[in-house]
């Protein structure tokens, strides 16, 4: 069964920075476009940002120039930069494959606040 683990949340003041860890035992991982998601209390999930296998990213508008995905196949983790950050970026921010397959991590608190 495939794990996916977040990790590096945490509460951090606006303008700071936080990167997170996402570490995916999945079997063929250096193959699947991976993606960050964020859940902010009262929202939907939303796709942040995403990498493909041939290390394409694709960012949502709100975190473009701030966040940055990448990833580490020897490791199979992706990681999310995130600089000056707001407390618009609060929320519980997830990993999975993009599109989604697998089931849902418990995934890590960000919450930006001074």
């Known amino acids: 069964q495939v794990q996916l683990v977040e990790s590096g949340g945490g509460l951090v003041q606006p303008g700071g920075s936080l990167r997170l860890s996402c570490a995916a035992s999945?079997?063929?991982?250096?193959?699947?476009?991976m993606g960050w998601y964020r859940q902010a209390p009262g929202k939907e999930r939303e796709l942040v940002a995403a990498?493909?296998?041939?290390?394409?990213?694709n960012y949502v508008d709100s975190v473009k120039g701030r966040f940055t995905i990448s990833r580490d196949n020897n490791k199979n983790t992706v990681y999310l930069q995130m600089n000056s950050l707001t407390p618009e970026d609060t929320a519980v921010y997830y990993c999975n494959t993009e599109p989604p397959i697998y089931y849902w991590g418990k995934g890590t608190l960000v919450t930006v606040s001074s």
């Open positions: 990498i493909t296998s041939g290390l394409r990213t």
């Open positions: 999945i079997t063929v991982f250096s193959l699947a476009s």
